[in-house]
Protein backbone atom coordinates (compact mmCIF):
# COMPACT_ATOMS: atom_id res chain seq x y z
CA UNK A 1 0.00 0.00 0.00
CA UNK A 2 1.46 3.40 -1.07
CA UNK A 3 2.40 5.82 2.19
CA UNK A 4 -0.04 9.22 2.02
CA UNK A 5 2.24 11.93 1.22
CA UNK A 6 3.34 14.27 3.98
CA UNK A 7 1.72 17.91 3.78
CA UNK A 8 3.64 20.87 4.45
CA UNK A 9 1.22 24.33 4.15
CA UNK A 10 3.64 27.35 3.54
CA UNK A 11 2.67 30.81 4.82
CA UNK A 12 4.46 33.90 3.18
CA UNK A 13 3.43 37.39 1.52
CA UNK A 14 7.50 36.97 -0.30
CA UNK A 15 6.60 36.74 -4.52
CA UNK A 16 9.34 34.62 -5.15
CA UNK A 17 7.35 33.11 -8.42
CA UNK A 18 9.25 36.63 -9.53
CA UNK A 19 12.66 35.12 -8.85
CA UNK A 20 14.21 38.81 -8.15
CA UNK A 21 16.13 38.20 -5.42
CA UNK A 22 18.15 35.97 -3.62
CA UNK A 23 15.34 35.08 -1.15
CA UNK A 24 12.96 34.74 -4.33
CA UNK A 25 15.17 32.04 -5.26
CA UNK A 26 15.78 30.39 -2.06
CA UNK A 27 11.96 29.77 -1.56
CA UNK A 28 11.57 28.43 -4.53
CA UNK A 29 14.65 25.74 -5.15
CA UNK A 30 13.10 24.70 -1.53
CA UNK A 31 9.21 24.35 -2.85
CA UNK A 32 10.74 22.61 -5.81
CA UNK A 33 13.55 19.91 -3.25
CA UNK A 34 10.27 19.54 -1.36
CA UNK A 35 7.70 18.20 -3.86
CA UNK A 36 10.58 15.89 -5.31
CA UNK A 37 11.23 14.67 -1.87
CA UNK A 38 7.32 13.96 -1.79
CA UNK A 39 5.58 16.52 -0.19
CA UNK A 40 2.31 17.44 -1.19
CA UNK A 41 2.95 21.48 -0.50
CA UNK A 42 -0.04 24.16 -0.28
CA UNK A 43 0.83 27.26 -0.02
CA UNK A 44 -1.18 30.69 1.78
CA UNK A 45 0.18 33.54 0.51
CA UNK A 46 -0.61 36.98 2.17
CA UNK A 47 -0.21 40.14 0.28
CA UNK A 48 -2.22 41.49 -3.00
CA UNK A 49 -1.75 39.33 -5.81
CA UNK A 50 -3.95 39.74 -9.23
CA UNK A 51 -5.48 36.89 -11.19
CA UNK A 52 -2.47 36.97 -13.41
CA UNK A 53 -0.15 36.24 -10.78
CA UNK A 54 -2.10 33.27 -9.70
CA UNK A 55 -1.78 32.27 -13.30
CA UNK A 56 1.58 32.39 -13.43
CA UNK A 57 2.49 30.73 -10.10
CA UNK A 58 0.11 27.58 -11.42
CA UNK A 59 1.92 27.86 -14.42
CA UNK A 60 5.14 27.99 -13.46
CA UNK A 61 5.20 25.53 -10.37
CA UNK A 62 2.44 22.55 -12.76
CA UNK A 63 3.71 19.41 -9.87
CA UNK A 64 3.40 21.23 -7.05
CA UNK A 65 0.19 20.78 -5.10
CA UNK A 66 -0.58 24.58 -4.56
CA UNK A 67 -3.83 25.40 -2.62
CA UNK A 68 -3.08 28.71 -4.28
CA UNK A 69 -4.50 31.63 -1.70
CA UNK A 70 -4.70 35.48 -1.82
CA UNK A 71 -5.49 37.18 0.32
CA UNK A 72 -6.22 41.07 0.00
CA UNK A 73 -5.03 43.72 2.70
CA UNK A 74 -4.39 46.48 3.74
CA UNK A 75 -1.82 48.77 1.02
CA UNK A 76 0.67 49.29 3.96
CA UNK A 77 1.65 45.63 4.44
CA UNK A 78 0.02 43.52 1.12
CA UNK A 79 2.16 45.68 -1.47
CA UNK A 80 4.99 46.14 1.01
CA UNK A 81 7.29 44.47 -1.64
CA UNK A 82 5.87 46.23 -4.45
CA UNK A 83 6.43 49.62 -2.72
CA UNK A 84 9.96 48.64 -1.25
CA UNK A 85 11.08 47.30 -5.37
CA UNK A 86 9.71 50.51 -7.05
CA UNK A 87 10.95 53.06 -4.63
CA UNK A 88 14.58 51.28 -4.79
CA UNK A 89 14.33 51.54 -8.52
CA UNK A 90 13.80 55.28 -8.40
CA UNK A 91 15.75 55.63 -5.74
CA UNK A 92 14.05 58.12 -3.79
CA UNK A 93 14.60 57.32 0.01
CA UNK A 94 13.28 60.75 0.53
CA UNK A 95 9.92 60.36 -0.35
CA UNK A 96 9.41 56.58 1.29
CA UNK A 97 6.42 56.68 3.59
CA UNK A 98 7.62 56.68 6.78
CA UNK A 99 6.46 53.30 7.75
CA UNK A 100 9.15 51.72 5.27
CA UNK A 101 11.72 54.29 6.28
CA UNK A 102 11.42 53.52 9.97
CA UNK A 103 10.44 50.01 9.45
CA UNK A 104 7.76 47.99 10.68
CA UNK A 105 7.31 46.17 14.21
CA UNK A 106 6.37 42.58 14.53
CA UNK A 107 3.61 43.53 16.86
CA UNK A 108 2.87 45.97 13.09
CA UNK A 109 2.61 42.68 11.33
CA UNK A 110 0.18 40.94 13.20
CA UNK A 111 -3.08 40.89 11.47
CA UNK A 112 -6.25 39.45 13.43
CA UNK A 113 -7.59 39.17 9.93
CA UNK A 114 -4.90 37.06 8.56
CA UNK A 115 -4.56 35.17 11.31
CA UNK A 116 -8.32 33.64 11.55
CA UNK A 117 -8.27 32.96 8.04
CA UNK A 118 -5.05 30.97 8.44
CA UNK A 119 -6.72 29.11 11.49
CA UNK A 120 -9.33 28.10 9.51
CA UNK A 121 -7.06 27.14 6.44
CA UNK A 122 -5.16 25.09 8.73
CA UNK A 123 -8.47 23.56 10.10
CA UNK A 124 -9.10 22.48 6.41
CA UNK A 125 -5.78 21.24 4.95
CA UNK A 126 -4.95 19.18 8.00
CA UNK A 127 -0.98 19.87 7.08
CA UNK A 128 1.06 17.68 8.92
CA UNK A 129 4.30 20.73 9.25
CA UNK A 130 3.57 24.91 8.79
CA UNK A 131 6.19 26.40 6.87
CA UNK A 132 6.41 30.12 8.19
CA UNK A 133 8.60 32.01 5.55
CA UNK A 134 10.15 34.77 7.63
CA UNK A 135 10.01 35.96 11.69
CA UNK A 136 7.81 38.64 10.44
CA UNK A 137 5.07 35.99 10.50
CA UNK A 138 5.71 34.57 13.46
CA UNK A 139 2.19 35.01 14.81
CA UNK A 140 0.60 32.84 12.39
CA UNK A 141 2.04 30.38 15.15
CA UNK A 142 -0.27 31.59 17.38
CA UNK A 143 -2.87 29.87 15.57
CA UNK A 144 -2.02 27.12 15.30
CA UNK A 145 -0.97 26.88 18.73
CA UNK A 146 -4.66 27.13 19.94
CA UNK A 147 -5.55 24.11 17.77
CA UNK A 148 -6.70 21.17 19.71
CA UNK A 149 -4.61 18.83 17.40
CA UNK A 150 -1.86 20.96 15.76
CA UNK A 151 0.84 20.73 13.61
CA UNK A 152 4.43 21.24 14.40
CA UNK A 153 5.17 24.95 13.19
CA UNK A 154 8.98 25.64 11.66
CA UNK A 155 10.05 29.58 11.17
CA UNK A 156 12.51 29.83 8.12
CA UNK A 157 14.44 32.83 8.88
CA UNK A 158 16.72 33.55 5.91
CA UNK A 159 18.57 35.84 8.26
CA UNK A 160 18.85 36.85 11.69
CA UNK A 161 17.20 39.80 11.01
CA UNK A 162 17.70 41.76 14.29
CA UNK A 163 21.54 41.81 13.44
CA UNK A 164 20.49 43.11 9.99
CA UNK A 165 18.31 45.82 10.85
CA UNK A 166 20.56 46.95 13.14
CA UNK A 167 23.64 47.28 10.18
CA UNK A 168 20.74 49.07 8.33
CA UNK A 169 20.02 51.57 11.19
CA UNK A 170 23.54 52.25 11.31
CA UNK A 171 24.43 52.72 8.00
CA UNK A 172 21.03 55.08 8.09
CA UNK A 173 19.07 52.91 5.86
CA UNK A 174 15.44 52.05 5.44
CA UNK A 175 14.72 48.82 6.90
CA UNK A 176 11.53 46.72 6.55
CA UNK A 177 11.27 44.70 10.14
CA UNK A 178 12.29 46.87 13.01
CA UNK A 179 13.40 44.19 15.33
CA UNK A 180 15.70 43.88 18.41
CA UNK A 181 17.16 40.58 19.60
CA UNK A 182 14.79 39.85 22.06
CA UNK A 183 11.86 40.34 19.82
CA UNK A 184 13.46 38.43 17.44
CA UNK A 185 13.52 35.46 20.19
CA UNK A 186 10.27 35.78 21.86
CA UNK A 187 9.09 35.28 18.13
CA UNK A 188 11.32 32.31 17.28
CA UNK A 189 10.46 30.48 20.32
CA UNK A 190 6.79 30.28 19.01
CA UNK A 191 8.15 27.43 16.70
CA UNK A 192 8.66 23.50 17.14
CA UNK A 193 11.87 24.29 14.80
CA UNK A 194 13.79 27.22 13.49
CA UNK A 195 15.52 26.83 10.05
CA UNK A 196 19.54 28.47 9.75
CA UNK A 197 20.20 29.34 6.60
CA UNK A 198 24.07 28.78 7.62
CA UNK A 199 25.70 27.50 10.48
CA UNK A 200 26.68 30.97 12.23
CA UNK A 201 23.31 31.71 12.60
CA UNK A 202 22.16 28.53 14.10
CA UNK A 203 25.01 28.83 16.27
CA UNK A 204 23.43 31.98 17.52
CA UNK A 205 19.29 30.70 17.31
CA UNK A 206 20.40 27.78 19.60
CA UNK A 207 22.02 29.65 22.29
CA UNK A 208 18.76 32.05 22.36
CA UNK A 209 16.64 28.94 22.13
CA UNK A 210 18.46 25.77 23.99
CA UNK A 211 15.03 24.06 23.99
CA UNK A 212 14.04 24.22 20.33
CA UNK A 213 15.37 22.24 17.21
CA UNK A 214 17.63 24.27 15.12
CA UNK A 215 18.73 22.75 12.18
CA UNK A 216 20.66 24.67 9.14
CA UNK A 217 19.01 24.48 5.81
CA UNK A 218 21.09 26.59 2.79
CA UNK A 219 20.15 27.00 -0.54
CA UNK A 220 20.86 24.34 -3.25
CA UNK A 221 21.96 24.88 -6.64
CA UNK A 222 19.37 23.51 -8.45
CA UNK A 223 20.46 24.25 -12.44
CA UNK A 224 23.00 22.36 -14.54
CA UNK A 225 26.64 22.55 -13.79
CA UNK A 226 29.21 23.53 -16.02
CA UNK A 227 32.00 21.29 -17.39
CA UNK A 228 35.37 23.30 -16.43
CA UNK A 229 37.67 24.24 -19.06
CA UNK A 230 38.95 27.51 -20.12
CA UNK A 231 37.20 29.77 -21.84
CA UNK A 232 38.17 31.02 -25.45
CA UNK A 233 37.79 34.67 -24.53
CA UNK A 234 38.98 37.69 -25.82
CA UNK A 235 39.35 39.60 -22.79
CA UNK A 236 39.11 38.51 -19.05
CA UNK A 237 35.61 39.06 -18.36
CA UNK A 238 34.12 39.26 -14.09
CA UNK A 239 30.61 39.41 -13.05
CA UNK A 240 27.50 39.83 -10.75
CA UNK A 241 24.21 39.05 -10.39
CA UNK A 242 22.39 41.19 -8.02
CA UNK A 243 19.07 42.42 -7.26
CA UNK A 244 17.80 46.31 -6.68
CA UNK A 245 18.20 46.04 -2.91
CA UNK A 246 19.74 49.14 -1.41
CA UNK A 247 22.78 46.60 -0.05
CA UNK A 248 23.48 45.65 -3.68
CA UNK A 249 23.78 49.22 -4.46
CA UNK A 250 26.04 49.91 -1.57
CA UNK A 251 28.36 47.32 -2.39
CA UNK A 252 28.46 47.42 -6.63
CA UNK A 253 29.12 51.28 -6.22
CA UNK A 254 31.75 51.06 -4.20
CA UNK A 255 33.20 47.90 -6.12
CA UNK A 256 33.03 50.12 -9.43
CA UNK A 257 34.57 53.20 -7.63
CA UNK A 258 37.37 51.92 -5.46
CA UNK A 259 38.17 48.38 -7.13
CA UNK A 260 37.21 48.53 -11.13
CA UNK A 261 39.90 51.38 -11.63
CA UNK A 262 42.38 49.69 -10.13
CA UNK A 263 41.50 45.91 -12.34
CA UNK A 264 41.23 48.32 -15.34
CA UNK A 265 45.04 49.87 -15.14
CA UNK A 266 46.40 46.62 -15.17
CA UNK A 267 44.01 44.84 -17.81
CA UNK A 268 42.71 48.10 -19.65
CA UNK A 269 40.52 45.53 -21.98
CA UNK A 270 39.03 43.72 -19.12
CA UNK A 271 35.06 43.44 -18.80
CA UNK A 272 32.60 43.57 -16.46
CA UNK A 273 28.95 41.96 -16.45
CA UNK A 274 26.13 42.96 -14.50
CA UNK A 275 23.14 41.12 -14.32
CA UNK A 276 19.60 40.96 -12.48
CA UNK A 277 16.94 43.99 -11.34
CA UNK A 278 20.06 46.16 -10.25
CA UNK A 279 20.30 47.63 -13.61
CA UNK A 280 16.69 48.57 -13.37
CA UNK A 281 18.38 51.37 -11.09
CA UNK A 282 18.94 54.90 -12.27
CA UNK A 283 22.94 54.50 -11.34
CA UNK A 284 23.47 52.28 -14.34
CA UNK A 285 23.36 55.65 -17.07
CA UNK A 286 26.22 56.50 -14.61
CA UNK A 287 28.41 53.03 -14.31
CA UNK A 288 28.04 52.22 -18.15
CA UNK A 289 30.47 55.30 -18.97
CA UNK A 290 32.28 53.26 -16.99
CA UNK A 291 35.64 51.32 -19.00
CA UNK A 292 34.25 47.65 -19.91
CA UNK A 293 31.17 47.92 -18.01
CA UNK A 294 27.72 46.20 -19.39
CA UNK A 295 24.67 46.11 -18.32
CA UNK A 296 22.42 42.87 -19.35
CA UNK A 297 19.42 43.68 -17.02
CA UNK A 298 17.42 39.88 -16.00
CA UNK A 299 18.47 36.46 -16.81
CA UNK A 300 16.18 33.86 -16.76
CA UNK A 301 18.88 30.89 -16.11
CA UNK A 302 21.64 32.90 -13.85
CA UNK A 303 24.03 29.75 -15.72
CA UNK A 304 23.44 31.43 -18.81
CA UNK A 305 25.70 34.02 -16.99
CA UNK A 306 27.58 32.42 -15.56
CA UNK A 307 29.10 30.46 -18.65
CA UNK A 308 29.83 34.25 -19.85
CA UNK A 309 32.24 35.24 -17.13
CA UNK A 310 35.55 34.30 -15.37
CA UNK A 311 35.31 35.32 -12.22
CA UNK A 312 32.17 36.29 -10.18
CA UNK A 313 32.43 38.59 -7.67
CA UNK A 314 30.14 39.55 -4.57
CA UNK A 315 31.03 43.07 -3.11
CA UNK A 316 27.53 43.07 -0.13
CA UNK A 317 28.65 44.21 3.29
CA UNK A 318 25.07 42.83 5.19
CA UNK A 319 26.31 40.49 7.64
CA UNK A 320 24.44 37.63 8.63
CA UNK A 321 22.73 34.90 6.30
CA UNK A 322 23.94 33.23 3.47
CA UNK A 323 24.53 35.00 0.44
CA UNK A 324 22.61 33.38 -2.63
CA UNK A 325 25.09 34.67 -5.03
CA UNK A 326 27.90 33.34 -3.91
CA UNK A 327 26.25 29.96 -3.63
CA UNK A 328 25.38 30.23 -7.13
CA UNK A 329 28.47 31.00 -8.55
CA UNK A 330 30.24 28.28 -6.67
CA UNK A 331 27.60 25.73 -7.85
CA UNK A 332 27.83 26.97 -11.67
CA UNK A 333 31.42 26.22 -11.46
CA UNK A 334 32.83 29.83 -11.07
CA UNK A 335 35.71 31.16 -8.66
CA UNK A 336 34.34 33.98 -6.62
CA UNK A 337 36.27 36.73 -5.23
CA UNK A 338 33.73 38.47 -2.00
CA UNK A 339 34.89 39.48 1.38
CA UNK A 340 34.43 37.89 4.51
CA UNK A 341 30.39 38.68 4.59
CA UNK A 342 30.07 37.40 1.24
CA UNK A 343 31.89 34.22 2.21
CA UNK A 344 29.70 33.28 5.09
CA UNK A 345 28.65 29.34 5.32
CA UNK A 346 31.43 29.22 2.07
CA UNK A 347 34.62 29.59 4.29
CA UNK A 348 36.01 25.52 3.59
CA UNK A 349 36.58 27.30 -0.38
CA UNK A 350 38.34 29.93 0.97
CA UNK A 351 41.84 30.25 -0.71
CA UNK A 352 40.42 27.68 -3.20
CA UNK A 353 37.54 28.56 -5.11
CA UNK A 354 36.70 31.67 -3.00
CA UNK A 355 39.63 34.61 -2.36
CA UNK A 356 38.30 37.08 -0.04
CA UNK A 357 39.14 40.77 0.86
CA UNK A 358 37.34 43.75 2.51
CA UNK A 359 39.27 46.13 1.07
CA UNK A 360 39.62 48.20 -2.75
CA UNK A 361 43.37 47.24 -3.41
CA UNK A 362 42.81 43.13 -1.76
CA UNK A 363 39.64 43.03 -3.75
CA UNK A 364 41.46 43.88 -7.04
CA UNK A 365 44.30 41.91 -6.45
CA UNK A 366 42.81 38.81 -6.33
CA UNK A 367 40.82 39.38 -9.49
CA UNK A 368 43.85 40.36 -11.28
CA UNK A 369 46.00 37.33 -9.93
CA UNK A 370 43.01 34.99 -11.32
CA UNK A 371 42.42 37.34 -14.59
CA UNK A 372 46.45 36.93 -15.42
CA UNK A 373 46.59 33.40 -14.40
CA UNK A 374 43.90 31.42 -16.26
CA UNK A 375 45.40 27.67 -15.27
CA UNK A 376 45.12 28.99 -11.54
CA UNK A 377 41.38 30.24 -12.81
CA UNK A 378 40.47 26.96 -14.26
CA UNK A 379 41.50 25.02 -11.24
CA UNK A 380 39.87 26.98 -8.38
CA UNK A 381 36.73 26.68 -10.53
CA UNK A 382 36.90 22.90 -10.53
CA UNK A 383 37.39 22.75 -6.99
CA UNK A 384 34.13 25.06 -6.71
CA UNK A 385 32.18 22.39 -9.26
CA UNK A 386 33.46 19.36 -7.06
CA UNK A 387 32.15 20.92 -3.77
CA UNK A 388 28.88 22.07 -5.48
CA UNK A 389 27.99 18.54 -6.95
CA UNK A 390 28.86 17.41 -2.80
CA UNK A 391 27.51 19.73 -0.80
CA UNK A 392 25.18 22.11 -3.16
CA UNK A 393 22.81 19.34 -3.90
CA UNK A 394 19.56 19.48 -2.61
CA UNK A 395 19.98 15.78 -0.80
CA UNK A 396 22.67 17.28 1.03
CA UNK A 397 21.20 21.18 1.50
CA UNK A 398 17.58 19.81 2.88
CA UNK A 399 18.87 16.42 4.42
CA UNK A 400 18.50 18.34 8.28
CA UNK A 401 15.70 19.10 7.17
CA UNK A 402 13.78 16.56 5.64
CA UNK A 403 14.74 14.21 8.62
CA UNK A 404 13.07 16.23 11.21
CA UNK A 405 10.15 16.15 8.97
CA UNK A 406 9.86 12.59 8.69
Known amino acids: ?12 DVPFWELRNGSHWRIHSLLLAMRRH ?10 AAGVRERRQVRSDYPDLHF ?4 IPIL ?7 NVFDRQARQNLQSTWPTYLSEGQSLEEFAEPTIASRFQKVVRRKKPDLVLIEYVSLAYLAKTVHALPERPRVMIDTHDVQSLRCEYFQNQGWPCWLRVNSEEEREALSLADGV ?5 EDARLFQSWLPETRVLVAGHAWAGPMNEVSEADREFPTAGLIASSGRSNLEGVSW ?3 KVWPLVVRRFPKAKFKLAGTIGELPQ ?3 WQKVPGIEVLGRIERPIDFYRQIDVAINPTHVPSGLKIKSVEAIGAGCCLVTNSVGAAGLESLVDRSIRVADDANGFANHLKTWFSDPASRVQAAQYA ?9 EQRVYRELFDWMG
Not at 38 to 47: I, R
Open 385 to 393: LEYAREFLA
Open 75 to 81: DDLGNRW
Open 38 to 47: GYEVSLFHLA
Open 195 to 199: IAIQS
Open 1 to 12: MEATPKKVLMAT
Open 255 to 257: FFE
Open 284 to 286: VED
Open 67 to 70: HFMT
